[in-house]
């Protein structure tokens, strides 16, 4: 009976191994599962319990150089959410228009702002935009920034190389209208500077050498002139910079170096090759001087 009893039970403990492996060998493999899964990004946002209105992505003090500009916004919690913007043209008045006025219901809500800057209420000239959030309980949030439109700006730097002025000319290198720019050097008063060329730059070059260094001009503070010419030799456009130059130039102290416009750095590097000649010399004749004393010992 004991003999019986433990046959029944291998039989039975075999008959469930195998029914087991049977049913592992059905089920997916962990990497068949993992392939076939989605990853789902969940983007959390906080809202809070005031009005929160914000322009995201917005660059404060951007230039522009098209007119074609976008500016992302969000807002939440708010009753009625205002868009405004001021602009100020180059002739320095300033006009304030409403671009929007969303009824918002205090839902969470996102938006962009496309403009033309070229249409008849805009142009060249400076901007603030502004966003504004109002709540029923007398809540207020805003948020706004400066901006600017302008067909070409122009940055001066002495050159570290040269010491001449390194001249960058900003514009939308996709302005087909423009054939080339002209540089003119300016005095305080305005007048044209002879000892300087006038230089032209064609586009797509954004950038000239202007030869402040040979031209013996004195330290003084200089406007350069930046002018943009069509294919018809027509002025589109003009822009001023100021440059500071100092200049290195030592001043004659007498006839014998007059007229011989010799510069600072000059004058230090003949000073380093004359002492250097002397203290080799000085070197040489110590060295005999000690071989000689050698040999009358």
Do not use: C, W
């Not at 003090?61 to 009753?79: E, H, L, M, Q, R």
């Not at 050159?159 to 960058?168: F, S």
């Not at 720019?181 to 300016?186: A, H």
């Not at 300087?196 to 002139?225: C, H, M, Q």
């Amino acid at each position: 009976m004991k003999k019986h009893t433990k046959k029944a039970f291998g039989l039975f403990g075999l008959s469930l191994v195998a029914a087991t492996t049977t049913f592992a060998a059905t089920l997916p493999m962990p990497e068949a599962t993992a392939v076939s899964n989605v990853t789902d990004t969940i983007v959390v946002r906080v809202v809070s319990d005031t009005p929160h209105v914000e322009f995201t992505g917005s660059d404060n003090g951007k230039i522009f150089y098209t007119p074609n500009v976008s500016f992302p916004y969000i807002y939440d919690n708010s009753k009625t959410v205002t868009i405004t913007i001021e602009y100020t043209n180059t002739a320095g008045e300033t006009h304030e228009y409403t671009l929007e006025t969303i009824d918002a219901n205090y839902a969470i809500g996102s938006g962009t702002l496309n403009l033309d800057l070229s249409s008849p209420n805009y142009g060249y000239g400076d901007y603030v935009l502004k966003i504004k959030g109002d709540h029923e309980n007398a809540f207020l949030d805003e948020d706004s920034f400066e901006f600017s439109y302008h067909f070409l700006t122009a940055d001066a730097k002495e050159d570290e190389e040269t010491g001449d002025a390194d001249v960058t000319i900003n514009y939308d290198e996709n302005n087909t209208a423009i054939k080339k720019f002209k540089l003119r050097v300016l005095n305080k008063n305005g007048e044209v500077v002879t000892e300087i060329p006038t230089i032209t730059v064609v586009p797509p070059e954004k950038n000239a050498l202007i030869p402040f260094t040979s031209s013996g001009l004195p330290s003084d503070t200089y406007i350069i002139e930046i002018t943009a010419y069509d294919n018809n030799n027509n002025t589109l456009y003009v822009v001023n910079t100021d440059y500071v130059y100092e200049s290195i130039l030592v001043p004659n102290t007498g006839s014998l170096f007059a007229g011989l416009n010799i510069s600072q750095a000059d004058y230090l590097i003949t000073g380093l090759i004359i002492f250097f000649v002397i203290g080799l010399g000085g070197s040489v004749f110590i060295l005999k001087g000690n071989k000689n004393s050698k040999k009358r010992h």
